[in-house]
């Protein structure tokens, strides 16, 4: 899962079907077979899956390229519980690795990890 902002994630996310300069460690790379996005405020949610096609390396960098293998498609909205409601995860700010079923049972950020 990836935190987005509303330009980069329509234009890249939606726009180019993948999502790039992420830092993946190597022992998770053959297990990523989706990636789903977090738009960050005002939205603070998890709105979006895509199959992943390939993980490629991304310029000159230690970073990867996502491309998905078909357009990302809606879910949720699964939102941030804020902390004052006793919310226990905090906004996603950097990448953060769950599993398939575990989003998709998802009602809200807390039930993902």
Sequence with gaps: ???AREDGFK???????????????????PQIKYIAVYQVA????ITHIAPVKSIDPWKDTNKFVVNFSEPAREIGPIPLVPKESNGRVKA???????????LENAKMLDDVW
């Design 42 to 45: 005002p939205i603070s949610a």
């Design 92 to 102: 996603l700010q950097n990448l953060r690795y769950t599993s398939k079923q575990r």
């Design 11 to 29: 234009e890249v996310f939606l726009g180019e079907n993948r999502w790039y300069s992420i830092r993946i460690h190597g022992s998770m790379r």
């Design 1 to 3: 899962m990836v935190p």
